[in-house]
C-alpha cells in the first residue's frame, strides 16, 4: 500500500500523534552528505506546532512593520535610560521576514509526494537563508568599515524609497545574529563528523546574544551601548530573534542538543520540568522585587535579601518535586528491571531447552543469536558463530545459499518465509524446517530477522514412507483396474459371442422352420376350398406368421445386427435410427462420415450398443421429437453424438451413475480409453458427447491381423 505524503492525525486525550509519513527515505529531501532527517520526532510529536508558530509570527511580525514604515525620521524614546528606536531598521525587517519564511519552508523536509517539488522548496528555502547571510555580512562590513552609503544604494529602489527611513542598516548586534541566523538556516541539517549540529550552535548564540538588549530593557543595566558599537536597536527586534531561534532548536528536535532536552529519560524529563519554571522564576522574583521597592513596601537594600529568600524556598520546592520525581522513576525502573529479568529468564529457559533452533541475524545476514540447538546444527560454539554469516558457517553451500537467499527476501518484502533444507551431522543428514520473520524496530525499519528451524527429519521419512506406500497402492489400483476392465472387456466379448449365437440360431433354425411353415401353410391354403370363414382365418395366419418372422428379424438384429457384419457401422446405425424412428415415432436424423470407414469388430459393436443404449434411453425418458446421431473421425480420434430436445435432465440428477444404460456406455467408452460427457438441462434436452482414440482401433486391428 501507498503511504500518503503527509498526514498527521493529533488524538489530545491519548497524547499521541499518528504520522504516516516516509521519513526513512533520507535521500527524498537530505541533499547534502551528513544530513539526517530531523522531524517529526516520535516520542514528542505534539511539538511540531512550536516552530510553525515561531515561523509564523515572525513572518506576520516582519510582514507588518515593513507595511508600517513611514517617512518620517525614526524617533527615540527613553525608558529604564535606556535608549531604544520607535522603529525597527528596514534591513532587519527584511532578514527576519525571511528567515521566518525559510524557516518555515524547512519545518517538514518532505511535504509533498513529488521528490522534485520537494527538492525546488528546499533549495528555494536555502536561497532565502543564503540572502539573509549576505544581508547580514553586507551590513556588518557597513558597520565596521564605514560603507553604509554603498549599502544603502544597493539595497534601496525607486520603489520603496519615500517610504524607507534614512537610517535603515542594522545595528552591530542585529548584522551578528542576521549572520548566525542565515548560516543556521542554511545548515539546518548537516552534521559534522563528531555527530554535531551548527545550527543548534548558532540558534544559542542568537538567543544568548539578544538576551542582551533584553536584560537592558528589563533591569535598566547598560550593557547594550558599552557592548555594541553602533546605536541601539528597537525594541521589537530582541524578540524577533529570540522567536526564530527557538524555531530553529524545535524545528529539529533530533539533533543533538535538543535530543537531550527531549529524551524520555530521567534526565530530559528534569530539564523539561525544572530549567522553564526556574528561569520564568528567576526572573519573576527579580521583578516583583523591583517592583516592591518601586511602590514603597520596602527598603531597596531589601531587595536581594528577600529575592534569595523566596527565591531559595521556590527552588527548593522544584528540586525536591524533580527528587521525588526521579525516585518514582528510579522504583519504576527497578520494577521494570525484575519484570524484564523474569522475563528474560523465561525466554532464556524457553531458549536453551526448546528442541527448535532460534537464532537471530542483522541485516547483513550476521548472527547475533544463536540458541543451543542452534549451535549444535552449525556445529559450532557461540564464539565462532556470532558475527558470522550462514555461508560462512554450514558446510554445504546449497543449505547455505538457500538460507542466505531466504535472507534476503524477507528483508526485502518484510513478510515471514519458510523454506526446507539438509545438512549432514554426525548422527547423519537431518532435515529442518525454517521459519524467517523480519524483526522490526520501533519505527517500523527491518533491523534484521529471526529464525526457527524445526527438525522435521522424522516426519519427512514417514511423509516418503506414506508416499511410497500410496505409490505402491495406486500401482496397485491401476493393475486391478485394468484386470478389471480386461474381465469387462473379455465378459463384454462373451456376452456379444453368446448374443451372436442366439442371433445365428434364431436366423438359421427359427429362421429356416419360420421359413418352412410359412411354405407349408401356403400349399394348404391352396388345397382348402374357397370358403369366406377359412379365407380369413387364413389371412389371419398369414399376419401372424409375418408378426412373428419381424419380431424374430428385431429380436435378432437387436442381438447382433447383420448389416453390421456385412455392410459396416455406417449402414448399421442408418438402419437403428430408422428402426427407431418407425418404432417410436421421433424424427432421426444421422449424419455419417462420407468416405467408407472400417474399425475393428470390437470399437464397432461397442460404438452400435453406445447408440442402441442411447436411443433406448430416449425413448423412455426424454420424451422428445427430434434426435440427431453425428459420427466423425480424425487421424487420432472417434467422435459420437446423440443428443435429443426432449425435456433434459436436472444437475443434481448425476446423470453418470443413475441407470446401467449410462453405466454401461461409460464402461464401454472407458475400456476403449476414451470419455464420455453428458450435457443436460432442463428443459433444454440432452447431449450425449463420447471420445474414442483411434489408437486402441488401429490396436484392436492389428492384434485381429495377428
Given amino acids: 500500500m501507498k503511504r500518503p505524503a503527509l498526514k498527521l492525525v493529533f488524538i489530545a486525550s491519548k497524547k ?22 530531523a522531524f517529526p520526532n516520535p516520542a514528542f510529536p505534539s511539538i511540531y506546532w512550536i516552530p510553525v508558530l515561531a515561523a509564523a509570527v515572525l513572518t506576520i511580525f516582519s510582514a507588518s512593520l515593513l507595511l508600517g514604515w513611514h517617512t518620517e525620521s525614526a524617533p527615540t524614546f527613553t525608558f529604564n535610560e535606556n535608549v531604544f528606536l520607535a522603529l525597527s531598521r528596514s534591513h532587519t525587517i527584511i532578514a527576519m521576514m525571511l528567515a521566518g519564511l525559510s524557516l518555515g519552508m524547512q519545518i517538514n523536509p518532505a511535504p509533498f509526494a513529488v521528490r522534485i517539488a520537494n527538492r525546488l522548496l528546499r533549495f528555494t528555502a536555502q536561497g532565502l537563508a543564503l540572502f539573509v547571510l ?9 558597520i565596521v568599515f564605514g560603507i553604509e552609503a554603498a549599502i544603502h544604494s544597493f539595497f534601496s529602489s525607486s520603489r520603496f524609497e519615500q517610504f524607507l527611513p534614512d537610517k535603515h542598516t542594522m545595528s552591530f548586534l542585529t548584522a551578528i545574529c542576521s549572520i548566525l541566523a542565515g548560516c543556521g538556516l542554511l545548515l539546518l541539517d548537516y552534521k559534522t563528523g563528531n555527530n554535531r549540529y551548527p545550527a543548534e550552535y548558532c540558534a544559542l548564540a542568537i538567543a544568548a546574544l539578544m538576551c542582551i538588549p533584553m536584560i537592558n530593557f528589563l533591569f535598566n543595566v547598560q550593557l547594550l551601548s558599552r557592548l555594541v558599537p553602533a546605536a541601539a536597536i528597537s525594541r521589537e527586534v530582541p524578540p524577533a530573534f529570540v522567536v526564530l531561534a527557538i524555531g530553529m532548536l524545535f524545528s529539529r528536535p533530533s539533533h543533538r542538543m535538543m535530543a537531550i532536552l527531549f529524551s524520555p529519560a530521567p534526565g530530559g524529563r528534569l530539564l523539561r520540568s525544572v530549567l522553564p ?19 514603597g513596601f520596602y527598603n531597596a537594600e531589601l531587595n536581594s535579601p528577600l529575592a534569595l529568600l523566596v527565591g531559595g524556598a521556590l527552588l527548593m ?6 527528587a521525588l520525581m526521579l525516585n518514582h522513576e528510579y522504583g519504576t525502573r527497578l520494577k521494570g528491571e525484575a519484570k524484564l529479568a523474569r522475563t528474560n529468564g523465561l525466554i532464556r529457559i524457553v531458549s536453551d531447552f526448546t528442541t527448535d533452533a532460534i537464532s537471530v541475524k542483522d541485516r547483513k545476514g550476521r548472527y547475533i543469536f544463536a540458541n543451543p540447538m542452534a549451535l549444535k546444527i552449525l556445529g559450532r560454539g557461540l564464539d565462532t558463530v556470532i558475527g558470522h554469516t550462514s555461508g560462512e558457517l554450514l558446510t554445504d553451500p546449497e543449505a547455505a545459499a538457500n538460507i542466505e537467499e531466504s535472507n534476503r527476501t524477507v528483508l526485502k518484502e518484510g513478510k515471514a518465509q519458510a523454506i526446507e533444507f539438509s545438512v549432514n551431522t554426525p548422527t547423519g543428514q537431518r532435515t529442518y524446517y525454517l521459519t524467517t520473520a523480519p524483526w522490526f524496530g520501533k519505527q517500523g525499519e527491518v533491523l534484521g530477522t529471526v529464525g526457527i528451524a524445526t527438525d522435521i527429519t522424522d516426519r519427512k521419512r514417514s511423509e516418503d514412507a506414506l508416499k511410497a506406500q500410496e505409490a505402491r497402492l495406486e500401482k496397485l489400483v491401476e493393475t486391478r483396474t485394468l484386470e478389471v476392465r480386461e ?3 473379455h465378459l463384454e466379448t462373451m456376452r456379444e459371442e453368446e448374443k451372436r449365437a442366439i442371433a445365428r440360431e434364431l436366423h438359421d433354425d427359427m429362421g429356416a422352420s419360420l421359413t418352412a411353415l410359412n411354405m407349408h401353410l401356403a400349399i394348404l391354403f391352396q388345397q382348402i376350398p374357397n370358403d369366406p370363414g377359412i379365407a380369413e382365418r387364413v389371412v389371419q395366419i398369414n399376419a401372424l406368421l409375418g408378426s412373428v418372422t419381424a419380431t424374430k428379424r428385431r429380436i435378432q438384429n437387436g442381438l447382433r445386427p447383420d448389416k453390421l457384419d456385412i455392410f459396416g457401422i455406417k449402414t448399421a446405425i442408418t438402419d437403428q435410427a430408422q428402426d427407431f424412428e418407425n418404432y417410436t415415432g421421433v424424427t432421426c436424423a444421422v449424419s455419417l462420415p462420407d468416405e467408407d470407414i472400417k474399425y475393428s469388430s470390437e470399437l464397432e459393436i461397442s460404438l452400435f450398443r453406445m447408440v442402441q443404449e442411447a436411443l433406448n434411453n430416449i425413448a423412455k425418458h426424454a420424451k422428445a421429437t427430434h434426435v440427431d446421431i453425428i459420427l466423425d473421425d480424425d487421424e487420432e480420434y472417434l467422435y459420437l453424438t446423440i443428443r435429443d430436445n426432449g425435456i433434459g435432465m436436472a444437475v443434481e440428477a448425476k446423470p453418470y451413475n443413475p441407470t446401467h444404460g449410462l453405466r454401461g456406455m461409460r464402461e464401454r467408452a472407458t475400456y476403449f480409453g476414451g470419455s464420455i460427457s453428458i450435457d443436460s438441462k432442463p428443459g ?3 447431449r450425449i458427447s463420447i471420445v474414442l482414440p483411434r489408437l486402441v482401433e488401429m490396436v484392436a486391428s492389428s492384434a485381429a491381423t495377428a
Avoid at 17 to 36: D, G, H, Y
Avoid at 277 to 295: E, F, I, N, R, S
Avoid at 317 to 322: G, H, I, K, M, N
Fill in 16 to 37: 499521541n500523534v499518528e504520522v504516516s509519513q516516509p521519513w526513512i527515505l533520507r535521500s527524498q529531501f537530505c541533499a547534502i552528505k551528513n544530513m539526517t532527517p
Fill in 684 to 686: 433444454c434436452g440432452t
Fill in 317 to 322: 520546592v522544584l528540586f525536591w518535586r524533580a
Fill in 277 to 295: 519554571a526556574t528561569l520564568v522564576l528567576l526572573v519573576t522574583l527579580d521583578l516583583l522585587a523591583k517592583w516592591g521597592a518601586h511602590q
Fill in 487 to 489: 474381465l469387462i472387456g
Fill in 134 to 142: 549576505l544581508l547580514g555580512i553586507c551590513s556588518l562590513v557597513g
